[in-house]
């Protein structure tokens, strides 16, 4: 069975970091597009920054610059370290490990971040 644990979530000011980390267990070494997604109030679940096995990251424009997404493929661990944070990066942050980029693949619980100005 697999299971997606995410952690590091939390409260912390404008301009402040945080490092979210996500740790997979059962058979996914074959998942190896490994992203996070956030998901605000009210607003529909977006990619975040995603690390696919020999492609190109991709960081989503409103996060270029401040957040960095790495990972250990031998621990199926991915880290998103989120640097110079603003209120409207406030959302609950899943990460993701999918086979292909079209499938959806598995889901962590979520962790929430909330940035206050």
């Known amino acids: 069975q697999v299971q997606l644990v995410e952690s590091g979530g939390g409260l912390v000011q404008a301009g402040g970091s945080l490092r979210l980390s996500c740790v997979a267990s059962?058979?996914?070494?074959?998942?190896?597009?490994r992203g996070w997604y956030r998901q605000a109030p009210g607003k529909q679940r977006e990619l975040v920054a995603r690390?696919?096995?020999?492609?190109?990251?991709y960081y989503a424009d409103s996060v270029k610059g401040r957040f960095t997404i790495s990972g250990d493929s031998a621990k199926n661990t991915i880290i998103l370290q989120m640097n110079s944070l603003k209120p409207e990066d406030t959302a609950v942050y899943y990460c993701?490990?999918?086979?292909?980029?079209?499938?959806?693949?598995?889901w962590g619980q979520g962790t929430q971040v909330t940035v206050s100005s």
């Open positions: 059962g058979s996914i070494s074959s998942y190896t597009y």
């Open positions: 690390m696919p096995s020999g492609g190109t990251t």
């Open positions: 993701n490990f999918r086979p292909l980029v079209y499938v959806t693949g598995y």
